[in-house]
């Protein structure tokens, strides 16, 4: 798998700041995935990529609380910030590793998602569970 690399770093982080009880499901490749409350931010370079986390069943609101050291109770702007904010630690953490191969990344601002948008190519869906709650991890290359 292709993006095993950017997926070890978004699980090992949420680990180390989110849940250390954390655990992924059966990841799926789609050619498109519709994005309709997430947090997402391109990567561009020669290894360009725009990762996401996408609300499913309340983790996204979980990890937006636990990072942001605040209270969520729905994917409100300042939830949705929140988890920019970390997509944003994650995407630096995995950008800083390959610059030490010699790739150089530029990070976009990270976008907070609230109307449908649709990401193509060959996109990677990884459902991960927070506190029994679910998001998923999305990424495809650019």
Known sequence: ????????????????????????????????????????????????????????????????????QEEFNSMDDDALDAACEFLNCVNGLYASALSQKGEILELLPPQMVTDATEIEGQVCSIPVYVNNKKFSFVVTEI
């Open 1 to 68: 798998l292709k993006y095993q690399d950017i997926i070890g770093v978004a699980i090992r982080t949420i680990i180390r700041c989110i849940d250390r009880h954390v655990y992924i499901g059966k990841a799926t490749l789609s050619e498109k995935k519709e994005l309709t409350l997430a947090s997402m931010q391109k990567v561009e370079g020669n290894a360009g990529f725009i990762s996401a986390f996408e609300e499913q069943q309340g983790g996204l609101v979980k990890l937006a609380s636990v990072f942001g």
